[in-house]
């Protein structure tokens, strides 16, 4: 990083502050996009395990059978 006083070659306060909030528009914009694809991926795995094992669908009644047994 270079100073800031340097003869006025570096471009004005006004400049810099609006290229940091471009920035920080872009970091969050890049997180958003992150959760997204997080949650997308999450939506994507439920109906494979929830559809394919109706095994697994029964496991879960069962567990909260026994659940409400043991309290």
Do not use: W, Y
């Amino acid at each position: 990083m270079q100073p800031v006083d340097d003869g006025g070659v570096q471009s004005p306060p006004r400049m810099t502050e609006e290229f940091n909030l471009q920035l920080r528009h872009q970091r969050a914009t890049n997180q958003h996009i992150f959760v997204l694809r997080k949650r997308r991926t999450l939506e994507d795995d439920l109906p494979t395990k929830m559809g394919s094992s109706s095994a697994g669908g029964s496991g879960l009644h069962c567990a909260g059978g026994g659940r409400g047994d043991s309290d």
